[in-house]
């Protein structure tokens, strides 16, 4: 199993650009989750999916930020536009029905010039 | 509500001491409460879980404890080792693969040779 994959691994951009970051789950997990981790703020949760539907959004932190998951294989956390305090790792993690643990990737880390 | 507070942030050990790490939530629906371990550049991973309907579970030098009545669980490491040396985090939910997954903040735990 080839676990979560999310890319880029590695992301520096300039404020005002876009910056999209791309998650697969592990196959057959039917829940997915966005992380940002930063020193500050530690581990927030942005947004989670069940079915390729979101369920709660509460923890994206503004309009800027957006996340879709058009299918059950493939997400993505898109921010346009980029400013310089959205610098971090952002996590993308996976579970499947009825599991508590989460399958993290190794995460995108993010740094807006 | 949601949060959950985690003691202490850092934590220095000598090698072959124990380690306890302490986490206080406030959700009585909580039931689920698992323990994350995150080493340099990688995302976090599972090391131990407990359900609300045990008090304790261990697997080989790790343990965790449950006191639902006071709302607090902790993290237990004997006979630390420097691959120990990490970041630990606590988190809880519902259970359930859709519900939110919240983490404390984390400690970081160095092991002194």
């Known amino acids: 199993d080839a676990g979560v994959i999310q890319s880029p691994r590695h992301e520096v951009t300039e404020m005002g650009q876009e910056v999209t970051l791309r998650c697969k789950p592990i196959?057959?997990?039917?829940?997915l989750f966005w992380y940002r981790q930063t020193m500050m703020r530690g581990l927030e949760l942005l947004i989670y999916?069940?079915?390729?539907?979101?369920?709660?959004d509460s923890g994206m932190p503004e309009d800027r930020f957006s996340a879709k998951m058009p299918n059950a294989s493939f997400s993505t956390l898109k921010i346009q536009p980029s400013e310089p305090r959205d610098s971090a790792v952002y996590f993308c993690?996976?579970?499947?029905?009825?599991?508590?643990?989460?399958?993290f990737g190794e995460g995108s880390r993010l740094t807006v010039l | 509500g949601e949060n959950v507070e985690q003691h202490p942030s850092t934590l220095s050990v000598q090698e072959g001491d124990s380690a306890v790490i302490k986490c206080t939530y406030s959700?009585?629906?909580?039931?689920?409460f698992p323990w994350y371990k995150q080493e340099l550049g990688k995302g976090p991973q599972l090391i131990i879980d407990?359900?609300?309907?045990?008090g304790e579970k261990k697997d080989q030098r790790i343990a965790v404890t449950l006191n639902k009545t006071a709302k607090h669980f902790s993290l237990h490491i004997t006979e630390t080792q420097p691959e120990d040396s990490a970041v630990y985090f606590c988190?809880?939910?519902?259970?359930?693969?859709?519900?939110?997954?919240?983490f404390g903040s984390g400690t970081r735990l160095s092991i002194r040779p």
């Open positions: 196959s057959g997990h039917n829940s």
């Open positions: 407990i359900r609300s309907n045990v």
């Open positions: 959700d009585s629906a909580s039931n689920y």
């Open positions: 993690a996976s579970n499947g029905q009825g599991a508590g643990e989460l399958f």
């Open positions: 999916f069940n079915n390729n539907v979101p369920i709660d």
């Open positions: 988190a809880h939910s519902g259970y359930s693969s859709a519900s939110k997954i919240i």
